[in-house]
């Protein structure tokens, strides 16, 4: 009968954002917005602590206090799901332009960054796993690693900034502690599409078009959405580190600050789950 075993399963590096940054947030957030905390110290200094909607942000207080351990919310229970549909041959991904241009173009991507940045970057092809979760990481550098994402459209790549790098923070945080590294960032980058790539979506936006013209003006737009080679190429490429995740009340939370041993906890929670979805499917297979 198949029964997958996820009981010693390793994550993705890419997966832990969905598995565990709503839980973690939720133990390093404070237990008020600002307007309630403002609401509670008033009432507290008036002595009016027997009030009902006192009591209510009391309540909210101690129970944060008493948070000894972190549950796996809704939405890490959807990722976990995915992941059981993956193991039986059910994908839910079906890519998008950014995954498909970074495939293809990661190369030209590090040779961008190696030029902006005089460096001598190569693409690193070793897979880490510790007790957990495993991944591979575009560049390990001495003290740093470095995560590529080649932007499809010039206009993903301009609207990049810190929050979206941001954004990557756990996939980063997974690979600092995989490959033993204090530091990370990540480079979006934006090189020129291939001369076969421009023609093949030339081709594809002009089929329809019957007037010599048209078909012309067409062509010459494509180019120019496809073809950088009119732009410094130090401007196409933008670096930032990520190393703190934004809470509520403006709150920064820095990476040094997370107890890992909480974040692993977590997942092994995540492959009890992802085991327990397993278990209640098997009548589902032949036996």
């Not at 796993?129 to 470095?146: M, P, R, W």
């Not at 789950?273 to 032949?286: A, R, T, V």
Request: hydrophobic residues 35%; aromatic residues 12%; contains cysteine.
């Amino acid at each position: 009968m198949y029964q997958p075993d996820f009981s010693d399963i390793q994550f993705r590096a890419s997966s832990l954002e969905a598995l565990v940054d709503t839980s973690i947030k939720n133990k390093y957030e404070d237990a008020l917005t600002i307007i309630e905390q403002a609401e509670y110290d008033k009432w507290l200094a008036d002595g009016k602590t027997h009030l009902k909607s006192f009591l209510k942000l009391q309540e909210k207080i101690d129970k944060k206090a008493n948070q000894n351990y972190l549950e796996i919310t809704d939405s890490t229970k959807t990722e976990l799901y995915n992941i059981w549909l993956k193991s039986i041959g059910i994908a839910q991904f079906t890519g998008s332009k950014d995954t498909d241009r970074g495939d293809n173009y990661e190369q030209a991507s590090i040779e961008l960054l190696n030029f902006a940045y005089n460096e001598n970057f190569e693409k690193n092809s070793e897979r880490k796993f510790n007790k957990i979760i495993q991944g591979e990481a575009d560049i390990v550098a001495t003290k740093s690693v470095v995560d590529i994402k080649t932007k499809s459209t010039f206009v993903t790549f301009d609207k990049a900034n810190q929050t979206t790098a941001d954004n990557h923070f756990w996939q980063l945080w997974g690979y600092k502690k995989l490959y033993n590294k204090d530091l990370s960032h990540i480079a979006f980058c934006l090189p020129s599409y291939t001369d076969v790539d421009i023609y093949k979506a030339q081709e594809l936006k002009t089929k329809n078009i019957s007037e010599v013209e048209e078909i012309k003006k067409t062509k010459e737009q494509v180019y120019s959405n496809m073809n950088f080679d009119r732009f410094n190429k130090k401007s196409l490429v933008k670096l930032f580190k990520v190393d703190s995740l934004k809470l509520k009340n403006d709150k920064i939370l820095k990476d040094t600050e997370i107890d890992e041993n909480l974040v692993y906890e977590l997942l092994q929670q995540c492959r009890v789950y992802l085991q327990g979805i397993s278990n209640n499917n098997l009548h589902l297979f032949k036996n």
